[in-house]
């Protein structure tokens, strides 16, 4: 292991104890206390001078593989090989008996601020919260039996949609629990969530041709919405909650009102299946994306509102809209992101990052933020530039089928061919600030020579820089 201050100079002697391979450091709130785990089986605690501040501490029956420390550098936890998760204090005693819930290898271990909730993943898929006592906060979250195929976040990112194809629509909060049984109403997969801003209604659809309406307390609001010919492939609903749309097999877009009544003709125009609907937060723009390579626009009344959008070089997955009704967001099997107005002309050039099918897309509430996953298993954040704000985030093991974003833009959702729902906290904002200040004095950084250099920079200076003089 070794230390280095901002400048890039390595501070002291390489810390070199371990008799094996270090997979996992981690450094108190302080910058006091460093914290290493590896292949030897155990863990160890030193100071910023290189010392040990402690005998190594013994337990795991294997390969440690991850470590964490307090935000007071009190509590030291670890994750292993041995599927346990182990809570120790800086003298090296262990604090609770080894806790036990996964079913494999622990793969990463966290601890919040105020050192009170540990959180663990593993290899099992499972996401497990405990408290310092070493005890359960919640059940895994990991429900589904088989992938998830949508997810939804309220407006004040506090509930958590998913749907499966194990036929259930399942309510979560942001600590992982149900917050009801499993919404059991559909005859199959369902496709497609959404949730109201107001948290009031949760809309669903499915393949055996239905869409669904439920309150938070998991009770069904109206008959099965019935009128498609085959699957659903998209849901949506307004802002205020009154109107919702859906999309599917048959070509067509149908919007309803809250009791289940048709509001307009079935919306007819794309050639083919339509695989995502989407409606402004006004209520007054619904957009679709099809199977024929184009993004439409339409009114309450069902009336176009532009020509087809067309880029696209193959299927249209997925469509999104800003809150202001006037960004449209569209990714598809050509492997691309992209940007239009309400005019049906393009914002930006095709965002290109993903190494296959883009399989939905997000916008934040300010409009500021495009969120993508696909095929490739990642997802990616983007600005109306086009630009990439962070490394892709990786997690899923599979396919990721459906992203949302809270409407401040600081938690993102994503589910996945691996059966699970993933939260990605603290916004882009945070984690362009960490990457920005990583590299702050990286010669690429201090004298930037290319024009892509220049506008990593410019990045930086605009959203990071510039906000913490003011």
Request: a negative charge; charged letters at 20%.
């Amino acid at each position: 292991m070794r230390l280095w201050n901002h400048q890039g100079q390595s501070l002291p002697e390489p810390l070199g104890d371990h008799e094996r391979v270090v997979y996992s450091v981690a450094i108190s709130g302080d910058g006091q206390t460093i914290v290493s785990g590896g292949r030897d089986g155990t863990v160890r605690l030193w100071n910023r001078q290189g010392q040990s501040l402690a005998e190594p501490l013994r337990g795991h029956s294997n390969f440690v593989t991850s470590v964490a420390i307090s935000g007071d550098g009190q509590t030291i936890v670890s994750g292993g090989r041995d599927g346990t998760v182990r809570l120790w204090n800086r003298q090296g005693q262990s604090l609770a008996e080894p806790l036990r819930a996964h079913e494999d290898d622990v793969s990463s271990v966290a601890i919040s601020s105020d050192g009170q909730t540990i959180v663990s993943g593993g290899r099992d898929g499972i996401v497990q919260l405990w408290n310092l006592q070493g005890l359960p906060l919640a059940e895994s979250f990991r429900n589904h039996e088989g992938w998830v195929t949508s997810v939804a976040i309220s407006g004040d990112g506090q509930t958590i949609v998913s749907g499966g194809r194990d036929g259930t629509v399942r309510l979560w909060n942001r600590q992982g629990q149900f917050l009801t049984e499993p919404l059991r109403g559909h005859q199959g997969i369902v496709n497609s969530v959404a949730i109201s801003s107001d948290r009031q209604t949760i809309v669903s659809g499915g393949r055996d041709g239905t869409v669904q309406l439920w309150n938070l307390q998991g009770q069904s609001l109206a008959e099965p919405l019935r009128g498609h010919e085959g699957s659903i492939h998209s849901v949506a609903i307004s802002g205020n909650g009154q109107t919702i749309v859906s999309g599917g097999r048959d070509g067509t877009v149908r919007l309803w009102n809250l009791q289940g009544l048709p509001l307009a003709e079935p919306l007819r125009g794309h050639e083919g299946s339509i695989h995502s609907v989407e409606i402004s937060g006004d209520g007054q723009t619904i957009v679709s994306g099809g199977s024929d390579n184009t993004v439409r626009l339409w009114n309450l009344q069902g009336l176009p509102l532009a020509e087809p959008l067309r880029g696209h070089e193959r299927y249209v997955y997925s469509v999104a809209i800003s809150s202001d009704g006037q960004t449209i967001v569209s990714g598809g099997s050509d492997s691309t992101v992209r940007l239009w107005n309400l005019q049906g002309q393009s914002l930006a050039e095709p965002l290109r990052g993903h190494e296959d099918s883009v399989y939905s897309v997000a916008i934040s509430g300010d409009g500021q933020t495009i969120v993508s996953v696909g095929k490739d298993s990642t997802v990616r954040l983007w600005n109306l530039q086009g630009q990439s704000l962070t490394e892709p985030l990786r997690g899923h093991e599979g396919s990721v089928y459906s992203v949302a974003i809270s409407a401040d833009g600081q938690t993102i959702v994503s589910g996945g061919k691996d059966g699970t729902v993933r939260l990605w906290r603290g916004g882009w904002r945070a984690w362009l600030q960490v990457c920005c200040n990583r590299l702050r004095y990286h010669p690429i950084f201090t004298n930037p020579q290319t024009e892509e250099a220049k506008a990593a920079c410019e990045v930086c200076r605009k959203y990071v820089w510039s906000k913490e003089h003011g």
